[in-house]
């Protein structure tokens, strides 16, 4: 029988006590210097995780752009989170494992295991063949609907050099760049995340240029 999935989760309260919020949060160290302190994240059963909303499941949300263009695609039936099928996405970035953590559930989970643990989610799901910065832009916190409910994103902003951008996942479909534009003429196609992060796109990627 195969081990159950761990996934990397913090406590509500931690969130609570910075300052609870809907939406986009844009002061991002506030939060990060209280979520990557030594024996705050820890490991928990998927299954146990997604009905406790007394904790946060922790999640890289990936934002690629090139020449003001934004990479969308479109969440297909492999999708590890089923409720999510169908939807449009312009994040790329999935749960953090044990394996990031060199597989120790007592491993001092610092930033610069979750930055290395960003790259690999990425890596799993596309394959970038450009040369790109990283920026941490926002945290994202959305607790209208069951998913959100139990999830917190720390949105990254990858500008590209070039769009080579090709997929690796499949349930990653119509991969495309689209404008902002229109993006917003298909707006209700997009996951709830996804229609937060366009709406906040332009002060996150102003906020991208000055890091």
Known sequence: MPQEEQVLVIKRKIIEEVGMFQGLAFDVDRYLSRIFVQGVPRFMPRSQAELDPSHKQIIPYVIMLHD??????????????????????????????????????????????????????????????????DRIVALLNDDSNEVGSVHL?????????????????????????????ELQQVRDTLETWSQKCLDGLGEMTERAQKN
């Open 68 to 133: 003001g263009k934004v990479l969308n695609y479109i969440r297909g039936k492999r999708a590890g989170e089923t409720r999510l099928v169908g939807n449009r996405s312009i994040g790329i970035g999935g749960h953090i494992n044990p394996i990031d953590a060199d597989n120790s559930t007592l491993f001092a989970y610092l930033k610069e295991n979750y930055l290395a643990a960003v790259q690999r989610e990425v890596a799993e799901e596309v394959s970038v063949e450009t040369a790109y910065t």
């Open 153 to 181: 994103g720390i949105v990254h902003c990858w500008h590209l050099d070039e769009p080579n951008v090709s997929k690796r996942e499949q349930m990653i479909t119509q991969m495309s760049f689209m404008t902002p534009d």
